[in-house]
């Protein structure tokens, strides 16, 4: 796990609570899913932890939203650790990529304002790093290609052993 990424796994964990206060938790029960299940259902099996996640493209189905925004896939709450701030973390699952390259950087944009755009409540409570879980046959390219798109953004490409060992 590259220097980045102990970093933020000594900053944020996973918070159920946070996640369970989100409006989409509340409002769209079959939106909530467990995270490996998510993953199994985008295409990668090795996932094993059980944490509940917000379907967010479930979310746009069920706002009924006309034309469907392009959307992250997974919506969790996070706290820095030893503090309550009660954040949202948007993450997207790539592992049917076989070339990361692909991936403009309007797509990973739009998917960001997609979501947020299901939001009525602050924005502000969503966490300003973004992930992309990515296959360890391309993470490599991934992180790369990221990096180029927009070093300033925070996106973060990771593996989901390496999500599940940081949140």
């Given at each position: ?62 706002q009924k939203k006309n ?55 602050d924005v502000s409570k ?42």
């Amino acid at each position: 796990m590259d220097n980045s990424m102990t970093n933020l796994a000594s900053q944020y964990k996973y918070d159920e609570e946070v996640t369970k206060k989100s409006e989409l938790y509340k409002t769209f029960l079959k939106a909530r899913i467990s995270y490996s299940e998510l993953c199994k259902n985008e295409g990668e099996d090795s996932a094993k932890a059980s944490n509940i996640v917000v379907n967010l493209d479930k979310v746009a189905v069920l706002q009924k939203k006309n034309p469907l925004p392009s959307t992250m896939d997974f919506l969790i709450g996070i706290n820095l650790t030893g503090k309550r701030s009660g954040k949202y973390l948007l993450g997207e699952c790539r592992f049917r990529y076989k070339s990361p390259v692909n991936i403009r950087k309007s797509d990973l944009k739009d998917k960001i304002d997609g979501s947020k755009g299901l939001f009525s409540e602050d924005v502000s409570k969503i966490h300003n790093e973004y992930i992309f879980l990515f296959s360890k046959k391309c993470i490599a390219q991934a992180r790369s290609h990221l990096a180029r798109l927009q070093p300033n953004l925070t996106w973060k490409a990771l593996t989901t052993e390496e999500f599940e060992s940081v949140f």
